[in-house]
């Protein structure tokens, strides 16, 4: 009887012993949390092609831990349509549309739903919002990837004007950076660039005090300075060709995102 009690307290021990050693199965760690921001900070902006009565929208997206914390949507043809009293009332008076509030409704809701998916259309300015959905979607992009442009050459080219003139520009990057940047117009009559037609320039001086070559030659080095083509001066006597290399710049950039 002791013996089968002694083997009994025996195995209890060996059992006790075995639960005590065992190793502890620890809670699964939770995951990492994942990082809520979304976009890089930063000021982010999209331009759109002007359209047949000379309008030109354009976006500016502000992104701040991660998050879209402010933007603005407007059109522009010398004045913004947010600031012209004129076409404001104009629009109001034809759809009864309040176009300030309209474009600002589509910055304060992208804001809260962070997704231009989710940003309502407004009845009588559905041009304004289809225009706005696609710059926004542009503007984020950049959020996402960065504004790091991509190494190469690019080129882009404007429309021919009532004179021949076609103006074109030119733009390197290298390491992530502007280094070279170019602008001309050519002519379609006499196959030569404004730069290089002593007439062209030699008058051009006469009349408006302006050294055409060395005006052209500063939209570039503005360009390379700024890394910023919205920062290039574009006054002076060649304010038309600045405005054009503005444009430009930008299209060709467009090519290095």
Not at 104 to 113: D, P, R, S, T, W
Not at 138 to 160: P, Q, R, V, Y
Not at 169 to 181: C, D, L, P, Q, R
Request: glycine residues 8%.
């Amino acid at each position: 009887m002791k013996k089968l009690l002694s083997l009994a307290l025996i195995v209890v021990l060996v059992v006790a012993m075995t639960v005590a050693c065992a190793p502890k199965t620890e809670p699964a760690a939770a995951p990492p949390a994942a990082n809520e921001a979304a976009y890089k900070d930063g000021t982010y902006t999209a331009k759109g092609d002007t359209d047949e009565r000379g309008w030109t929208p354009e976006i500016t997206v502000v992104v701040k831990d991660g998050k879209v914390s402010e933007v603005k949507y407007d059109e522009v043809r010398g004045l913004y349509k947010s600031e012209d009293a004129e076409y404001h009332k104009a629009f109001k008076d034809a759809k009864n549309v309040d176009i300030v509030a309209v474009y600002k409704q589509f910055g304060e809701a992208l804001v809260a739903a962070q997704d231009s998916e989710k940003v309502a259309a407004v009845s009588g300015a559905t041009g304004s919002f289809t225009n706005f959905k696609e710059l926004t979607a542009e503007a984020i992009a950049k959020a996402k990837d960065g504004d790091k442009l991509k190494d190469g050459s690019f080129k882009a080219m404007g429309e021919e004007d009532e004179r021949g003139w076609t103006p074109f520009v030119s733009v390197t990057v290298a390491e992530g950076k502007i280094t070279a940047a170019s602008y001309d117009e050519v002519s379609s009559k006499a196959f030569v660039n404004k730069t290089e037609d002593e007439g062209y320039k030699a008058n051009f001086k006469q009349i408006k005090n302006v050294d055409l070559v060395a005006a052209y030659e500063k939209f570039g080095t503005d360009l390379i300075a700024a890394q910023d083509v919205a920062k290039v001066d574009a006054t002076g006597g060649a304010s038309h060709s600045g405005e054009t290399f503005k444009a430009l710049a930008e299209k060709a950039l467009s090519q290095a995102k």
